[in-house]
């Protein structure tokens, strides 16, 4: 397995952690009446806390970050342009994600947007090594 596709692996989890973690948080599942609800239908959930709808939107932007991150890395293995630059962007966008979880749930505005912008770098360094 090349860097790129291991680190494609790793988002992925990382992916799923966050989206376990904002529904945990939401649900309140470390208590009993929270584990309840979580395994049940969710029909009627409490409003969301702040930091349950930070991790809520933390989750759905490392989603929807993982589509394009994924898209771009096949491609370039798909292309057999899997060098380098490429396992680099894969490298840097995947670390800048781990950092921006914990600062997305911590509420530290200018600090995740800057985070999130190197994550984009990432990606760009991956999308330029293919053309």
Same mark, same amino acid.
């Given at each position: 397995?090349?860097?790129?596709?291991?680190?494609?692996?790793?988002?992925?989890?990382?992916?799923?952690?966050? $989206?376990? &973690? =904002?529904?945990?948080?939401? #649900?309140?599942?470390?208590?009993?009446? +929270?584990?309840?609800? !979580?395994? /049940?239908?969710?029909?009627?959930?409490?409003?969301?806390?702040?930091?349950?709808?930070?991790?809520?939107?933390?989750?759905?932007?490392?989603?929807?970050?993982?589509? $394009?991150? &994924? =898209?771009?890395?096949?491609? #370039?293995?798909?292309?057999?342009?899997? +060098?380098?630059?490429? !396992?680099? /962007?894969?490298?840097?966008?995947?670390?800048?994600?781990?950092?921006?979880?914990?600062?997305?749930?911590?509420?530290?505005?200018?600090?995740?947007?800057?985070?999130?912008?190197?994550?984009?770098?990432?990606?760009?360094?991956?999308?330029?090594?293919?053309?």
């Amino acid at each position: 397995m090349t860097d790129t596709l291991r680190f494609v692996v790793y988002t992925a989890i990382l992916t799923w952690v966050a $989206l376990l &973690a =904002a529904s945990l948080i939401r #649900a309140r599942g470390w208590t009993f009446a +929270g584990m309840t609800l !979580a395994i /049940g239908n969710r029909d009627k959930m409490p409003e969301p806390s702040p930091l349950a709808g930070r991790a809520m939107r933390a989750s759905q932007n490392t989603l929807e970050g993982f589509v $394009l991150f &994924a =898209a771009v890395a096949l491609a #370039a293995h798909a292309a057999g342009v899997d +060098g380098p630059r490429v !396992a680099m /962007g894969a490298q840097i966008y995947f670390w800048a994600r781990v950092v921006y979880l914990p600062v997305y749930y911590a509420g530290i505005v200018f600090l995740r947007t800057l985070v999130w912008g190197v994550g984009i770098v990432g990606l760009a360094i991956m999308v330029s090594a293919m053309l």
